[in-house]
């Protein structure tokens, strides 16, 4: 059982910055990879960003060189700091840990205004 609770979305507007957290509960210690992921108005779910327990990192080329993914492992966190935002970074980000399984959040909204 893991639980994952993301907060840090809002309203932003082009060229603005957002930090979204992720803290996760439950039987966490076999977690080894956590990432972001996004799901825009009328578009499949895709991949943002992903980090290992190590510290091993992988972004979208969407986002490179203005997202950056941490993780703090006493706290059991996942961070994604947003910088230089667009209108198309507009969508529902979801947290994401694997154990022997996939585990999601509820979601939290980020909206980019132009």
């Known amino acids: 059982q893991v639980q994952l609770v993301e907060s840090g979305g809002g309203l932003v507007q082009a060229g603005g910055s957002l930090r979204l957290s992720c803290t996760a509960s439950?039987?966490?210690?076999?977690?080894?990879?956590m990432g972001w992921y996004r799901q825009g108005p009328g578009n499949q779910r895709e991949l943002v960003a992903t980090?290992?327990?190590?510290?091993?990192?992988n972004y979208a080329d969407s986002v490179k060189g203005r997202f950056t993914i941490s993780r703090d492992n006493a706290k059991n966190t996942v961070y994604l700091q947003m910088n230089s935002l667009k209108p198309e970074d507009t969508a529902v980000y979801y947290c994401?840990?694997?154990?022997?399984?996939?585990?999601w959040g509820q979601g939290t909204q980020v909206t980019v205004s132009s």
């Open positions: 980090i290992t327990s190590g510290g091993y990192t």
């Open positions: 439950g039987m966490i210690f076999s977690i080894n990879t």
């Open positions: 994401y840990g694997q154990t022997t399984r996939g585990y």
